[in-house]
């Protein structure tokens, strides 16, 4: 099956930094990935969609100066939260589907902790 | 996108048939119902996919109505492994350019051994 993998799983920074987190599709080309946020006992709110080669769609109310998506490739996305703070803290899950599947496979996660 | 409801929690013991209704009353003609599960400090995971009358897999099965204003995800004969939040989504998600998911609350489900 499908496969998506995070990394790092879990980190932790100070904050004023910058973190970056990577979404990689490995067995399959992703023509879309999308990053999704979630607070401890909440849902899933999505970030932005990505497609690869052109610039992120961001929901409303997610900076984009802030959280920087790049998706270079057709397996590979990246997040960067930007002078984090500790209200960033949370769960950043990525999700990638291809053109001919309507199914979205979700990757297992990053637990951000900004001190 | 099709707003959905669906229970808080629910519990059940071990070995148990669960069901988790979700309703939608203004989903369109063009959506699906989609059921993900998801584990603490997981990504979700895909479970089921329908349109109408019923859709069984390996692991669940998907009851919607004639009027497809709700739907009812079956779990058979559950474990203690099948603690996690169900989410059910309605949209229009296969066709590219729709995908985009909006997750509710879900239900939380814990089985009592």
């Known amino acids: 099956g499908a496969v998506v993998s995070q990394h790092p799983s879990r980190v932790i920074c100070k904050s004023g930094t910058s973190v970056k987190i990577e979404c990689r599709s490995l067995?399959?080309?992703?023509?879309?990935m999308f990053w999704y946020r979630q607070f401890p006992k909440q849902s899933l709110m999505l970030m932005a969609t990505?497609?690869?080669?052109?610039?992120?769609?961001?929901e409303q109310g997610v900076e984009k100066d802030k959280f920087l998506i790049n998706h270079a490739s057709l397996t590979l996305s990246t997040l960067t939260v930007t002078s984090a703070h500790p209200e960033d803290s949370s769960f950043y899950i990525c999700?990638?589907?291809?053109?001919?599947?309507?199914?979205?496979?979700f990757g297992p996660g990053t637990r951000l902790t900004v001190t | 996108l099709a707003k959905t409801t669906q229970p808080i929690s629910m519990d059940s013991y071990e070995g148990q048939e669960v069901n988790i209704t979700c309703s939608h009353n203004n989903i369109a003609t063009n959506d699906y119902i989609t059921w993900y599960q998801q584990f603490p400090s997981q990504g979700p995971r895909f479970i089921i996919q329908g349109y109408k009358t019923k859709v069984t897999n390996e692991v669940a099965s998907l009851f919607i109505p004639a009027d497809r204003k709700s739907s009812t995800l079956s779990l058979p004969r559950v474990s203690l492994s099948d603690t996690a939040v169900y989410y059910c989504l309605v949209g229009d998600y296969i066709n590219f350019g729709n995908e985009k998911l909006t997750f509710g609350t879900g239900t939380r489900l814990t089985i009592i051994p």
């Open positions: 990505s497609n690869e080669g052109s610039k992120a769609t961001y």
């Open positions: 999700s990638a589907r291809t053109r001919s599947s309507y199914e979205q496979y």
């Open positions: 067995d399959f080309q992703a023509t879309t």
